[in-house]
């Protein structure tokens, strides 16, 4: 296994530029609905989605996202359509 040289601070991906979408629980959605939504809105695998589904129902949040303000804010709208809870960080 080869490593990595650490980054240097200054040039960490734009950190200061991303946010984080976060799924809230509710009593209302499917497993199955919470899925296909991860899947169809976010680009999540199955079973990152059924991860990001399962750690939700336990915790009552999961961060699914993270990304710029923008494309976050679309995807919030988009699972909101879909009613699911979501909050952009």
Do not use: W, Y
């Amino acid at each position: 296994m080869t490593k990595r040289a650490p980054r240097p601070e200054n040039n960490r991906r734009g950190e200061e530029n991303e946010r984080t979408l976060m799924l809230i629980n509710d009593d209302i959605n499917s497993f199955d609905h919470v899925i296909s939504s991860l899947v169809d809105v976010c680009g999540h695998d199955k079973i990152q989605a059924e991860q990001c589904a399962v750690l939700t129902h336990i915790k009552g949040e999961c961060i699914i996202k993270i990304a710029d303000a923008t494309t976050l804010e679309t995807m919030s709208a988009k699972l909101r359509e879909l009613s699911l809870e979501t909050v952009v960080i």
